[in-house]
T-cell receptor, first 119, second 114 residues
Framework: AQSVTQLGSHVSVSEGALVLLRCNYS??????LFWYVQYPNQGLQLLLK??????LVKGINGFEAEFKKSETSFHLTKPSAHMSDAAEYFC?????????????????FGQGTRLTINP | SAVISQKPSRDICQRGTSLTIQCQVD?????MFWYRQQPGQSLTLIAT?????????ESGFVIDKFPISRPNLTFSTLTVSNMSPEDSSIYLC???????????FGPGTRLLVL
């Protein structure tokens, strides 16, 4: 069974500092991996995804993540935090689609990391 | 991506009643998903809804409690039946886009059961 572990339910960084949110996964097949962000009172927005192409994935708002199979990790980083980055971040894993007809597999989410930015 | 809307955006309900949540997409999609996010927790898949077939429920979720309709390729409803305070959650629908790779989420319905 798939699972996702996000290390640190709360992370606090200063504005302008490096953001590092940790995600480790467990999967019996080569996974698809995703990072979503949830701003207060909103739904989930896709930040970036890994689907077996380049291991370093760039997303929106200056975020990127690197897939490391040997470490079963998919950590999210941003070089310089901005106040607007304050939100809840979710890492998720899915199996690849079995075929075009069947489509996407279900997402298994981590517990989330609340990112706080200090001025 | 697609524009996904949900109605209602939030509601306060009395225990024992039922609430039907609507999810509308601005393009035709094959697969739609319903998730629950309990207070302070992560998202859990309730069921997968394909147009023209019965919804597939995850372990711990049953059709009598969470009946789902999927009448066409742009719309789905989730009903939370015979509600109790434990059903207080955010309910989100998502749709598959990107050739089966990616799910995009609606804004969610915030439900409080008293």
């Amino acid at each position: 069974a798939q699972s996702v572990t996000q290390l640190g339910s709360h992370v606090s960084v200063s504005e302008g500092a490096l953001v590092l949110l940790r995600c480790n996964y467990s999967s019996s097949v080569p996974p698809y991996l995703f990072w979503y962000v949830q701003y207060p009172n909103q739904g989930l927005q896709l930040l970036l995804k890994y689907t077996s192409a380049a291991t370093l994935v760039k997303g929106i708002n200056g975020f990127e993540a690197e897939f490391k199979k040997s470490e079963t990790s998919f950590h999210l980083t941003k070089p310089s935090a901005h106040m607007s980055d304050a939100a809840e971040y979710f890492c998720a894993v899915s199996d690849p689609p079995r075929n075009i007809i069947q489509g996407a597999q279900k997402l298994v989410f981590g517990q989330g990391t609340r990112l706080t930015i200090n001025p | 991506s697609a524009v996904i809307s949900q109605k209602p955006s939030r509601d306060i309900c009395q225990r024992g009643t039922s609430l039907t949540i609507q999810c509308q997409v601005d393009s035709q999609v094959t697969m739609m998903f319903w998730y629950r996010q309990q207070p302070g927790q992560s998202l859990t898949l309730i069921a997968t809804a394909n147009q023209g077939s019965e919804a597939t429920y995850e372990s711990g979720f049953v059709i009598d409690k969470f009946p789902i309709s999927r009448p066409n390729l742009t719309f789905s409803t989730l009903t939370v039946s015979n509600m109790s305070p434990e059903d207080s959650s955010i309910y989100l629908c998502s749709v598959e886009l990107g050739g089966g790779e990616t799910q995009y989420f609606g804004p969610g319905t915030r439900l409080l059961v008293l």
